[in-house]
């Protein structure tokens, strides 16, 4: 018989109960322990650690349904595997689920029967929420995002200054006065996302899109108050966190007048928004979603920049954000543009949807309990690289970047890390029809 749960634990599992529809209780069922899986996920590869395989995290979350939702479970839980959610379970779910997974997805890539474990692994995250056990470092990301509006915390007054003295700097690099970060403005066909990080780190990313959209001559805008791209709260768990942060993207949208919403070089900020976004806020947007990747492709394809690939002359290799390919098909427009930008382009092995994760994603980065084991695993991923020659890797993700960054000092990597942005914005040729 079941033991009688806290209230605390009685809440999340109501809140389990409460998504037990067919798609959830399928992919709880379905996994066949082939250990296909182990091979795909680069904790297991880099650990060993059989805790980190794909169907021990599957089997994890299936042995509390299995405790609370099937005959055997309830009167014979140890012949069946199902385990009580009590405190020795929610401890293995948080180091495990939170501390051992990135949600990157190659594992239902590669799942013979195509078990979709981020799906099981978030859904169990969002159990832990209602305990409040989210990791501290990544609950007070999701925190910042919703009480300051941006997930580094950054003030709107540093934010418009950062803006102006990197539209002074635009100004000087294309030699016209005129030249322009738009902010604010109303009625402009794009209003363009950032990652808190580029203002706070890499502000040449910026301007980097910034001399981009001049080339262009695009109509674009910058919002100084709903600028976010990313949304921790997708790795959290936290759906009303995910939704706040959507409808305000939504509602600045509407305020500014802005046709198309494009979205920064952000992996899972993609995937957020694009594609999670709509279940989150229940509706369909009024407004047109795409990435700056599309943006910057279809520029090429159209003629209206124009690149000279001998400014880009280094070997360099591109990495794939898992969320931007695997999740959101994002996948040739990266390589067509490097292709067009760069005199010197060589793939990893494997590459695209079988690319491996860097271990940045997740939320990983915002969980320093969890530094050992995320520089760990991605040693599969330093390795990749290495073989590679490339002196420079480029990647459409500030996580990927600041992950790469550091395998790159950690494992000596030798290399520079690259948004696509900032590779693009070398190859421009200016003033040319």
């Known amino acids: 018989m079941r033991a009688k749960l806290s209230d605390k634990h009685q809440k999340a599992l109501n809140f389990f109960d409460s998504k037990l529809n067919g798609k959830f209780i399928t992919h709880l069922n379905s996994c066949v322990h082939c250990g296909l899986c182990g091979e795909s996920c680069h904790y297991y590869l880099a650990t060993k650690d059989e805790r980190f395989m794909p169907a021990r995290k599957v089997d994890l979350v299936a042995s509390i349904y299995r405790r609370y939702h099937t005959f055997a479970g309830r009167f014979l839980p140890k012949l069946v595997g199902a385990r009580d959610l009590n405190d020795e379970t929610i401890e293995e779910m948080v180091d495990v689920l939170f501390g051992a997974c990135t949600m990157c997805g190659r594992c239902s890539v590669h799942c013979s029967i195509g078990v979709d474990v981020p799906f099981l692994v978030r859904t169990a995250r969002s159990m832990l929420v209602e305990m409040d056990l989210v990791p501290k470092g990544l609950q007070s990301t999701v925190d910042a995002a919703i009480n300051t509006g941006n997930n580094m915390g950054i003030p709107r007054n540093e934010f418009v200054d950062t803006l102006e003295w990197l539209e002074e700097d635009l100004q000087m690099e294309v030699e ?3 030249a322009e970060i738009p902010r604010d403005q109303k009625g ?70 802005a046709e198309t919403l494009v979205l920064a070089e952000c992996g899972h900020g993609s995937r957020a928004i694009r594609w999670e976004g709509p279940n989150w806020v229940e509706k369909e947007y009024p407004f047109k979603v795409i990435t700056v990747i599309e943006v910057i492709a279809d520029y090429i394809r159209s003629g209206r920049i124009k690149l000279d690939p001998s400014k880009n002359t280094q070997l360099i290799t591109l990495h794939d954000p898992c969320n931007l390919v695997r999740a959101g098909g994002i996948i040739e427009e990266q390589r067509f543009i490097l292709k067009n930008a760069v005199e010197n382009f060589i793939e990893m092995t494997p590459n695209r949807e079988n690319n491996y994760c860097c271990g940045g994603g997740g939320g990983q980065l915002a969980m320093s309990e969890y530094n050992e084991r995320r520089v760990e695993s991605g040693r599969i991923k330093a390795d990749q690289i290495r073989a590679t020659g490339a002196k420079i890797v480029a990647t459409p993700c500030h996580n990927c970047i600041d992950q790469l960054m550091g395998l790159n000092s950690d494992y000596k990597l030798g290399v520079e890390i690259m948004t696509i942005g900032e590779i693009v914005a070398n190859a421009l040729i200016l003033g040319v029809e």
Request: net charge negative; hydrophobic share 30%; charged share 30%.
């Open 176 to 178: 016209d006065d005129n």
């Open 188 to 257: 402009k066909k794009i209003m363009y996302t950032l990652n808190p990080r580029e203002p706070k780190f890499f502000p040449l990313s910026i301007s980097a899109m910034a001399k981009i959209y001049y080339a262009a001559k695009e109509s674009w805008t910058i919002s100084t108050n709903t600028y976010d791209v990313t949304n921790y709260s997708y790795y959290s768990g936290d759906n009303e966190g995910a939704r706040e942060l959507t409808d305000r993207l939504c509602k600045e949208m509407k305020n500014l007048d």
